[in-house]
Antibody
Framework: EVNLVESGGDLVQPGGSLRLSCAAS????????MNWVRQAPGKGLELVSW????????LYADSVKGRFTISRDNAKNSLYLQMNSLRAGDTAIYYC???????????WGRGTLVTVSS | EVVMTQSPATLSVSPGERATLSCRAS??????LAWYQQKLGQAPRLLIY???TRATDIPARFSGSGSATEFTLTISSLQSEDLAIYHC?????????FGQGTNLEIK
């Protein structure tokens, strides 16, 4: 059974940094690209970033480009999101998600809450 | 960026009745459209992909249709456990984008 467990969410001041982690199990992690998707309070879902299975290719939403960095450690079955220069608008639940047979999000973690506030 | 627009924002339906939710894309996304169900305090759950294919273990009362720019999610006979927000998402063009969601209430 595919299992994704996020951690690292916290309250952080504007301009601060945070690193999120996602522990994956139940599938061959190194064989799948991975994603971070976020949801601001009371809002819809927003794709944040994507990383290829090997980690060599990454993509970002314009809203986080230059501030966030996605990475992975296939030996540890883990996905990461380094978030710098955080803004109030980054306040959201951050989900780790994996594609199914196509590029839709079939598997989701339970999310971790990031709050950016002074 | 493809803009996804869902309507209505809120839908109130009686148990046993049919619920019809709409999703419109600002440009053609072919049939690369998924629907998700999100119950309060939970992560989204995949319902439908490729516009009309039900995901694993999704009840037959959920069906999807449409192509290009107009899509519909139909719940044929609403159950109380279907109370949730429903999101559509296109995966034809990067960045993949979601609609703002339809809040389905049980009347």
């Amino acid at each position: 059974e595919v299992n994704l467990v996020e951690s690292g969410g916290d309250l952080v001041q504007p301009g601060g940094s945070l690193r999120l982690s996602c522990a994956a199990s139940g599938f061959t992690f190194s064989g799948h690209s991975m994603n971070w998707v976020r949801q601001a309070p009371g809002k819809g879902l927003e794709l944040v970033s994507w990383i290829s299975s090997s980690g060599t290719t990454t993509l970002y939403a314009d809203s986080v480009k230059g501030r966030f960095t996605i990475s992975r450690d296939n030996a540890k079955n883990s996905l990461y999101l380094q978030m710098n220069s955080l803004r109030a608008g980054d306040t959201a639940i951050y989900y780790c998600a994996r594609y199914g047979s196509g590029t839709y999000y079939q598997y989701w973690g339970r999310g971790t809450l990031v709050t950016v506030s002074s | 960026e493809v803009v996804m627009t869902q309507s209505p924002a809120t839908l109130s339906v009686s148990p046993g009745e049919r619920a019809t939710l709409s999703c419109r894309a600002s440009q053609s996304v072919k049939n690369n459209l998924a629907w998700y169900q999100q119950k309060l305090g939970q992560a989204p759950r995949l319902l439908i992909y490729d516009s009309s294919t039900r995901a694993t273990d999704i009840p037959a009362r959920f069906s999807g249709s449409g192509s290009a720019t107009e899509f519909t999610l139909t719940i044929s006979s609403l159950q109380s456990e279907d109370l949730a927000i429903y999101h559509c998402q296109q995966y034809n063009n990067w960045p993949y984008t979601f609609g703002q969601g339809t809040n389905l209430e049980i009347k």
